[in-house]
């Protein structure tokens, strides 16, 4: 049973270009988020996609975009590069909008702002 | 502002014994609390979680405890393994009914355990 998968595992990109991270969901789960970690932090919520909309967002910029597809997968877009945003996206996927359950962490993308 | 607070960054036990690991949090509307294991080069891993209806949750080695009125759980191992060597995340959810979607997370916690 496949979990979460990710691509790419590892990115270096040049201030002010565009990144799209991508996200497979568990098999089962219908509803993917968005993690952002920082080193040495925990990870912060960027948005949560369900029924291909976006339905919880949190406090980033909207350079920081998303979709969802009919297949569940999704994707991270971030525009405009800062080398802040160097770190390790996460995509988590669950069944239905709530987290009883936990979410399914996928491996990460790491991304390399220089 | 930080609502969910790891304070101990790292936390070194023997092989057998109980690891307690603590989270404090200052939203009082967190009403849903999950704890997550980390291993180098994956992502986190749910482990155990607690409705803010109860003050205790156990499933096998793992027991969860929530002080609603500290706003405070901790995450006991008992017995810990050298297994158990991860990262560990507290996260908070809620209220269920409106931002059910939303975890915040803590910084995590290095819990080593040593042969």
């Known amino acids: 049973d496949a979990g979460v998968t990710q691509s790419p595992t590892h990115l270096i990109k040049t201030r002010g270009q565009q990144v799209t991270l991508r996200c497979s969901p568990k098999s089962g789960h219908d509803t993917v988020s968005w993690y952002q970690q920082a080193l040495g932090q925990g990870p912060q919520f960027i948005f949560q996609y369900y029924e291909e909309e976006e339905r919880q967002r949190g406090n980033f910029p909207d350079r920081f975009s998303g979709h969802q597809f009919p297949n569940y997968s999704s994707e991270l877009n971030v525009n405009a590069l800062l080398l802040g945003d160097s770190a390790l996206y996460l995509c988590?996927?669950?069944?239905?909008?709530?987290?009883?359950?936990?979410?399914?962490f996928g491996s990460g993308t790491r991304l390399t702002v220089v | 502002d930080q609502q969910v607070k790891q304070n101990s960054p790292s936390l070194s036990v023997q092989e057998g014994r109980i690891s307690i690991l603590n989270c404090d949090y200052t939203n009082s509307m967190f009403d849903y609390f999950l704890w997550y294991k980390k291993y180098p080069a994956e992502g986190p891993t749910f482990l155990i979680s607690?409705?803010?209806?109860?003050d205790k949750n156990e499933d096998g080695r793992f027991t969860v405890f929530l002080n609603k009125s500290a706003k405070h759980l901790s995450l006991h191992i008992v017995p810990s393994q050298p297994g158990d060597s991860a990262v560990y995340f507290c996260a908070a959810s809620g209220p269920l009914n409106t931002n059910a979607g939303k975890s915040t997370f803590g910084d995590g916690t290095t819990l080593t355990v040593k042969p």
């Open positions: 988590a996927s669950s069944e239905g909008l709530g987290v009883g359950y936990g979410y399914t």
């Open positions: 607690i409705s803010s209806i109860k």
